[in-house]
């Protein structure tokens, strides 16, 4: 049977939950990443390269998120 508008929003609540999730992760990750980084007592200039580079990576899989997110939002929300 088709889906109702009521579980078509709940379905979407579901998602958003899931994107979120999806990036509390790559936050962590980074944030265990850096910290390993800096154990290393690597040159300050090394150590904020691979820092920003890290950060690159978590924006590009950040944004990866949101645009799959917005995808299944609008697949859901279609009639």
Do not use: F
Not at 6 to 32: F, S, Y
């Amino acid at each position: 049977p088709p889906l109702t508008e009521d579980r078509r929003v709940e379905l979407t609540k579901q998602v958003k939950a899931i994107a979120e999730e999806g990036k509390v992760a790559i936050r962590n990750i980074r944030r265990d990443t850096i910290e390993d980084i800096e154990k290393e007592k690597l040159p300050e200039d090394i150590t904020k390269s691979m820092t920003n580079q890290v950060q690159d990576l978590v924006n590009e899989y950040n944004k990866k998120i949101d645009e799959k997110l917005k995808e299944k939002e609008a697949e859901l929300m279609s009639v």
